[in-house]
């Protein structure tokens, strides 16, 4: 899912590029071109994926007030030949329609109800196809004598957008990280990074749109192609990652941290995707459709990382895919209350965040295409 490609979207326009870096920011985004550098011990050169134009670009805001959103964005994934090279799953490239300044939902700062108006953000873009896990190159091979290198580099340009913002925020009492669709599911990986990296900082991390599981086959193949890299300080973790067994494990290590997901119970987009990925590996459904499936894989997965107490789900009803940059922010109150009410208790740690869902089929599609 990339975002610029969403409709009916209300456009904030073009805000201005320039800002001052000493003193107090203008209310505005700037977008930054980092070029490779060293941090943490590890060389990055941030790219994109190099289907089409590599130049990795991010944007940042200041806010007023002392806390801080880390947001990365979605793009879809790839792990083949065909989802990478042929017929591409992902969006390869960052351009200026990826300016966070077009988007709605939480990037509406004129919007008074917004819980994150005042927030300072960093907006990471993705490109590189690997749910921003991914520190490798991979040579696919498309046709006879013919192969294209894909840069899986999410992570590297995460860290270099991150080693930014330490520069630049470097003392938020609170960190929320986030994400849509594959930033969601990256929102969980790059979590340890930022804990490590701001340890006095009142951490949240939700995820948008990036839930479920996916069978051990695709789990291990992209592990090989991405070069999934946890940083040396994590330990414990099987190898390939289980998502919902490092969600469950990320909770349980750090009690203080409220983890959250808001999905829709049968999210088309993730349910597409379910499918291409059970196809391309001949896995059978464990239900009567991909439909089915992906929404019984779903809720078993949301129920075992319950067992945390300080992991909150909220699953909306319909096939709705992401919520925090659509106008539907403001609106969605399908699991008996509102998102915004939701997202407001887990941010400012009410006792009131809770687990919560919608009632009956949740909105289950009438006829499933898969």
Not at 41 to 52: I, N, Q
Not at 115 to 130: A, H, Q
Not at 322 to 345: C, H, K, M, N, T
Request: hydrophobic share 40%.
């Amino acid at each position: 899912m990339r975002i610029k490609n969403i409709a009916l979207w209300t456009l904030l326009g073009c805000l201005s590029l320039l800002v001052c870096l000493e003193g107090t920011w203008a209310q505005s985004w700037t977008k930054i071109t980092p070029g490779p550098t060293r941090f943490l011990g590890m060389t990055l050169e941030p790219t994109c994926s190099g289907l089409t134009e590599s130049t990795y670009s991010f944007w940042a805001k200041a806010g007023s007030a002392p806390n801080l959103v880390i947001y990365l964005q979605g793009g879809g994934a790839c792990w083949s030949p065909k989802s990478c090279i042929t017929e591409p799953t992902y969006y390869p490239d960052v351009t200026d329609g990826d300016s966070p300044a077009y988007l709605h939902g939480i990037f509406a700062f004129d919007v008074t109800s917004n819980p994150l108006k005042d927030w300072s953000f960093l907006y990471v873009p993705y490109c590189t196809g690997d749910l921003h896990w991914g520190s490798n190159d991979w040579v696919y091979k498309y046709a006879p004598g013919q192969s294209w290198t894909i840069h899986h580099r999410g992570l590297q340009n995460f860290l270099v957008a991150l080693k930014w913002a330490k520069e630049n925020f470097p003392r938020p009492r609170k960190i929320l990280i986030t994400g849509s669709s594959a930033g969601g599911f990256g929102a969980i990986g790059v979590f340890p990074w930022v804990e490590r990296l701001y340890p006095a900082s009142r951490i949240y991390v939700l995820s948008d749109a990036g839930s479920g599981d996916t069978p051990r086959e695709f789990d291990a193949l992209a592990d090989l192609h991405w070069g999934i890299q946890l940083p040396w300080w994590v330990g414990g973790i099987s190898k390939p990652i289980y998502l919902p067994e490092f969600w469950r494990k990320m909770a349980q290590r750090h009690p203080r941290v409220r983890f959250g997901e808001y999905v829709a119970a049968w999210d088309s987009t993730l349910t597409w995707y379910r499918n291409e990925i059970l196809e391309y590996f001949q896995v059978a459904t464990d239900e009567s459709n991909v439909c089915e499936d992906f929404h019984t894989h779903l809720m078993n997965t949301i129920a075992f990382k319950q067992e945390s107490p300080n992991y909150k789900s909220y699953v909306a009803q319909g096939q709705l895919h992401v919520i925090l940059p659509r106008p539907d922010f403001y609106s969605e109150a399908s699991a008996g209350i509102s998102f915004l009410q939701w997202l407001s208790y887990m941010i400012y740690d009410s006792p009131a965040w809770d687990n919560v869902a919608c009632s009956e089929d949740c909105g289950k599609p009438a006829v499933c295409p898969y």
